[in-house]
């Protein structure tokens, strides 16, 4: 028997509501997280911690940025407390020898290289939420906050995250799965979580990884920045 003309009517209708719906959630993450880079400056901290409670391979990640662009990151990688200012993907760190261009750093040895190369691609919250949220097919609310899955291709691109490259093989992923929870207030964004999920394997080494990532927003219109004239010069 064939469907009714009336019955495929209110099915391509339920249907229209809800890539509606889902496109509408999507706009107001969009919209909240515009909002918040239309103002002056904005501070974070982004913390991450594995499944057995340890820290991310950089530690917490404290962070500023203004409107023009321009961002200071802290973090500690091995130890060793690092500070760095960039614009777009030049700039500068500091931490063995005063400031140092990001070139000038990568070139002392494969470990900060790796750390360089994270800079260059480092998203601030506003362009990481708005990018993460248009990739979600569906945000649903739960509790105070609004979640989706994420996709899994985009998962397997961060649990490579500080993945170490051994016998000169590419690490490979398996079983990857993630999701994301966002937090708005009077229409701007607060906070993000992501949590992601998979197995990387690098050369005959298996890794586990069951690792949330959470930024916090704070600060928002009152943060601003001075850059050091010695780090102003190595800006390039």
């Not at 391509?12 to 509501?17: E, G």
């Not at 480092?122 to 979640?147: G, H, R």
């Not at 929870?181 to 586990?208: M, P």
Request: net charge positive; glycine share 8%.
């Amino acid at each position: 028997m064939k469907p009714s003309k009336h019955l495929l009517f209110l099915a391509l209708l339920s249907l229209s509501h809800c890539l509606s719906s889902a496109a509408d959630v999507r706009d107001k993450i969009t919209a909240a997280a515009k909002q918040l880079g239309a103002k002056p400056g904005y501070s974070w901290t982004t913390s991450t911690r594995e499944s057995d409670g340890r820290g991310g391979p950089l530690g917490p990640i404290d962070g500023k940025t203004e409107k023009s662009g321009l961002t200071w990151l802290s973090f500690v990688v091995g130890g060793l407390p690092v500070e760095v200012y960039m614009q777009g993907t030049n700039g500068t760190a500091k931490a063995f020898e005063g400031w140092q261009t990001f070139d000038e750093v990568a070139r002392t040895g494969a470990s900060p290289a790796a750390v360089i190369r994270y800079l260059r691609s480092y998203q601030t919250p506003v362009t990481e939420s708005a990018a993460l949220a248009a990739k979600i097919k569906e945000l649903k609310p739960v509790d105070d906050a609004l979640a989706g899955d994420l996709p899994e291709d985009t998962v397997k691109e961060m649990l490579l995250i500080g993945a170490r490259r051994r016998e000169g093989q590419e690490p490979q992923t398996a079983d990857a799965k993630g999701s994301i929870k966002f937090w708005l207030k009077d229409g701007a964004l607060t906070k993000y979580e992501i949590n992601v999920q998979g197995k990387v394997t690098s050369g005959d080494r298996e890794t586990v990884i069951n690792r949330t990532v959470k930024t916090e927003i704070k600060d928002v219109a009152t943060t601003k920045l001075e850059v050091p004239a010695e780090a102003k010069q190595k800006m390039i």
